[in-house]
């Protein structure tokens, strides 16, 4: 497996673009059923958090949820520019797996699988769930994930304007 550099915006969110891969093709159907799961684009984005989010408590609680606000600003207004351009795209909610923009999903979308699946990321169990372990932050990482149906070039610009329209 090829492992590809990510671009790392401003704020620290890294994201890596990859076409849907047939490995994804059922579980991406599952929560998008209404799209052509083949030529969609994923994007894998991961921020690196101030503490090991496999631990309980209040810090990092606040750790969580600072980094879902930073990621759905960003992924907010990468959808928002795609749909003025007439595109189909979509984000993740990573507290519930489910769509934020098409909210007629069935199925929520598993990350950690994903993540694992397309990027080759390894997996520990803390209990019944499931940990990412990015290759450099181990488990102090929080992923999310977008999908766009258009060509890369045009999924590049948003996410690029998106960051610049991102508070670090």
Request: hydrophobic share 35%; with cysteine; net charge negative.
């Amino acid at each position: 497996m090829v492992i590809e550099e990510p671009t790392t915006t401003h704020f620290g969110l890294e994201y890596t673009i990859k076409e849907c891969p047939r490995r994804q093709y059922s579980d991406v159907s599952a929560t998008f059923p209404s799209i052509e799961v083949k030529g969609l684009l994923t994007v894998l984005t991961c921020q690196q958090s101030d503490v090991d989010l496999v631990s309980i408590g209040e810090s990092v609680e606040r750790e969580k949820d600072r980094l879902l606000e930073k990621f759905t600003e960003f992924a907010s207004a990468a959808c928002k520019l795609l749909a003025e351009q007439g595109v189909w795209a979509d984000f993740i909610d990573p507290c519930s797996g489910m769509p934020m923009v098409h909210r007629d999903s069935p199925s929520p979308y598993d990350e950690v699988g994903a993540f694992a699946n397309v990027l080759g990321y390894k997996i520990s169990s803390a209990g019944p769930c499931k940990i990412l372990l990015h290759p450099k932050f181990g488990s102090s990482i929080y992923p999310a994930s977008m999908f766009a149906r258009c060509s890369r070039e045009q999924l590049e610009e948003a996410l690029t304007r998106a960051a610049e329209m991102t508070t670090p």
